[in-house]
């Protein structure tokens, strides 16, 4: 039936999570979905981010404009980023940016005393709401005390001091990195490996040792007992040939078959901390959905392509 490849059901299975990281297959969809899915995670989920800064005194070796820059890079806690109003769109300041329902505001005051050189770090920043803060990358188990220090914004000796207020505002990773709440998200088509077993057992063990090395990764293994070929890990597989390269330098081409599935995909997620992976993907799925449906269900065609492009004119077919 035509147009019957596009009713498709996507299954979603989870390998790993945790709070900054996630490991899922996506299965029975196709790369299109897939590349949609890990665009919106980097440049479209929202998050907190300093985006005004007002240095009121500042006498340590940095400038205005590289303190206010290294502030705007710190991750900030961002559960409330997608209730947030974004500042241009928000009626309570006429756009200005400053208030309850748009902005968050943050204040740091900090001055050496000693002759001991004081590390400024996010730790010092104070926040007016305290469901957003800076991001403790800390870990509760160790005992380093440099860990639960923050990142450092930057260092002041004696007599030294910096005083300034910052406002947060909501905003996403397209307008501007700080606001990507992903350090990495990468997918790989699932691979499907088949050996040869009758060519297999040609090859003497020195043979099958020297194959089994020509993969970069640890794919193969031979099994100690029956001294077979088998595959341990086909994700290990990084599409690199190496071995079907290595069997057809040995004569037995066709030793291995190797198939990327088109429809199943391993994604690997990392969150700068913003918020969790888990919560990352699926504003990115709820948001992605909004996206389809607006292109759906809008009527001015000229509106539909000015705001969505190309995928516009794909959704209708044009």
Not at 176 to 193: D, G, L, N, R
Not at 237 to 265: H, N, T, W
Request: charged share 30%.
């Amino acid at each position: 039936m035509e147009g019957a490849s596009y009713a498709r059901m996507p299954r979603v299975k989870i390998r790993e999570l945790k709070d900054d990281y996630a490991k899922f297959e996506l299965r029975d969809t196709d790369a299109s979905i897939a590349n949609a899915l890990r665009r919106v995670m980097i440049a479209e989920v929202p998050t907190i981010a300093i985006d005004l800064v007002e240095i009121e005194v500042n006498s340590s070796v940095l400038n205005d404009e590289f303190i206010a820059h290294r502030l705007g890079l710190i991750p900030l806690t961002s559960e409330r980023a997608m209730s947030m109003r974004f500042s241009r769109d928000c009626d309570a300041c006429d756009g200005d940016g400053q208030c309850e329902f748009c902005s968050v505001e943050f204040h740091l005051r900090v001055k050496c005393m000693t002759d001991q050189t004081l590390d400024v770090s996010s730790k010092d920043l104070y926040s007016s709401d305290p469901s957003v803060v800076p991001v403790d990358f800390s870990d509760p188990a160790s005992t380093d005390s440099s860990e639960s220090r923050g990142v450092i914004i930057v260092k002041l000796r004696r007599g030294q001091e910096l005083r300034l207020r910052a406002i947060a505002r909501k905003g996403i990773g397209k307008d501007h990195a700080k606001w990507s709440p992903a350090a990495t998200v990468t997918f790989m088509y699932e691979p499907e490996i088949h050996l040869n077993e009758d060519l297999m057992e040609t090859l003497t063990l020195e043979e099958k040792r020297e194959w089994v090395d020509s993969s970069p990764t640890r794919v193969f293994e031979i099994d100690p007992v029956t001294q077979q070929v088998m595959v341990v890990d086909s994700e290990a597989y990084s599409y690199d040939d190496e071995v079907i390269k290595k069997a057809e330098a040995m004569g037995k081409p066709g030793l291995v078959e190797i198939i990327a599935r088109q429809d199943s995909f391993i994604f690997t997620v990392e969150s700068t901390g913003a918020i969790k992976s888990s919560q990352l993907v699926l504003n990115a799925i709820e948001i992605l959905k909004q996206k389809l449906d607006a292109v759906r269900l809008s009527e001015d065609t000229v509106e539909a392509d000015d705001q969505f492009g190309e995928l516009g004119a794909h959704m209708r077919g044009g």
